[in-house]
């Protein structure tokens, strides 16, 4: 069992209330259940990427077809980071360019 709190949205259809998970998709009729058990971290369902072993991809799936089997969710600000060492290398080794 995860610890993952769900993210609810709830809407009404015939007085009925339906709950309907942002992160796992679950579905439930009122009342809203109160556990912890979303599959879906909040930092996997908030990555801008995912890193593997090749690289960095922009779907955990692109990353799944391309035989990845370790994968991490990156933050948008780590994706920043990322492109930012990528294209403005340290000042030592980039033949004195300033960025």
Known sequence: MTNNAHRWECVELDGDELHSCKKCRRQTQAPRPETNDCPVSDAEHSAAAWLGQAGLYASRLEA???????????????LLQHARHSLFPSREGNGGVTP
Do not use: D, I
């Open 64 to 78: 799944m077809r391309n035989g990845e089997q370790l994968l991490r969710p990156v933050s948008q600000k780590e």
